[in-house]
């Protein structure tokens, strides 16, 4: 079992900066991917971005460039650091855990991410 606990979100005016953090407890192990999923009002939720077991990052097209997914070592909590945010980032994000090979997968409770002047 897998235990996900996200902090971060809120309010903020578009262009503006947030950073949402997600730890993991459990039987977590070496090969895995954690990440982020959005879901929109009214919409099915969606890659956003994730980083390997590895340290090797991955993003959705339209996050490149502004999303950035980090992790300071194997085992600690992931932040995604989001700047010049859009009023479409607007959602709930859910931290994803995803272990291989079973493929067996975990998520966060979600937290709020409003993008509005």
């Known amino acids: 079992q897998v235990h996900l606990v996200e902090a971060g979100g809120g309010l903020v005016q578009p262009g503006g900066s947030l950073r949402l953090s997600c730890a993991a407890s459990?039987?977590?192990?070496?090969?895995?991917?954690m990440g982020w999923y959005r879901q929109a009002p009214g919409k099915e939720r969606a890659f956003v971005a994730l980083v390997t077991g590895r340290g090797a990052p991955r993003y959705a097209d339209h996050v490149k460039g502004r999303f950035t997914i980090s992790r300071d070592n194997a085992q600690k909590p992931i932040h995604l650091h989001m700047n010049s945010l859009k009023p479409d980032d607007t959602g709930v994000y859910y931290c994803h855990f995803q272990r291989f090979p079973t493929g067996k997968s975990y998520w966060g409770q979600g937290t709020h991410v409003t993008v509005s002047s």
């Open positions: 459990g039987r977590i192990g070496d090969n895995y991917r």
